[in-house]
């Protein structure tokens, strides 16, 4: 019930091409989305996050889309960067606590 | 405006041991929440402090402990480490307390290694 399932595991694409994270929950009560950045060495980042009155946010070229019916929620990194290497962390929370995929690690080569 | 900071950065400790981590949250922000990060595992919830007063805790044995001081700094505390005990262990900031009320704010992270 509280578990958050991400996929992939690690991801690699190419300079300009687009990255897709999935992340998929059972708890109908979560009613707060965000997606966390961790490179190496550092402490995660909130990156972008969403709730679950809007379908889509986007900022600049991080989009999360989120789908309530189906309880499922996506982050699309577009034009994607070497500098976007990093592993990207999903989350679901509601007022108790926030549950944290198992991470995709994203490599982007030139 | 200073981050949050968690010491020590690297620590080796052997079965059996004790072991405190310590975390100072940024400045103003009274909730501090513990993770565990292992690789395949993510990140896992140990529990949550606001106010000197632990608000949650996650699904962790009794040997995994914590407390939060009046300015509030807050410290993890291990006893009786085991091997699996290795891992990243996050302490994350924030102006309010709950999972869902804005932006966690983490530190770089202690890692320990039990041998």
């Known amino acids: 019930q509280q578990q958050v399932k991400q996929s992939p595991q690690s991801l690699i694409v190419q300079k300009g091409g687009i990255s897709i994270i999935n992340c998929a929950y059972e708890n109908t009560a979560f009613d707060y989305f965000p997606w966390y950045q961790q490179f190496p060495g550092k402490g995660p980042a909130l990156l972008i996050a969403?709730?679950?009155?809007?379908s889509e946010k986007k900022e600049g070229r991080f989009t999360i889309s989120f789908n309530k019916s189906a309880k499922q929620f996506s982050l699309h990194i577009m034009d994607s960067q070497p500098g976007d290497s990093a592993t990207y962390f999903c989350a679901a929370s509601d007022t108790d606590k926030l549950i944290f995929g198992t991470g995709t690690r994203l490599q982007v080569f030139p | 405006k200073a981050g949050v900071t968690q010491t020590p950065r690297y620590l080796i400790k052997t079965r059996g041991q004790q072991v405190t981590l310590s975390c100072s949250p940024i400045s103003g922000h009274r909730s501090v929440s513990w993770y565990q990060q292992t690789p395949g595992q993510g990140l896992q919830f140990l529990f949550e402090y606001f106010s000197e007063t632990q608000r949650n805790k996650g699904n962790f044995p009794g040997r995994f402990s914590g407390r939060q001081f009046s300015n509030s700094r807050s410290e993890m505390n291990v006893s009786t480490l085991e091997l699996g005990d290795s891992a990243l262990y996050l302490c994350a900031s924030s102006l309010i307390p709950g999972g869902n009320t804005g932006e966690l704010f983490f530190g770089e992270g202690s890692r320990l290694t039990v041998l």
């Open positions: 969403i709730r679950p009155d809007v």
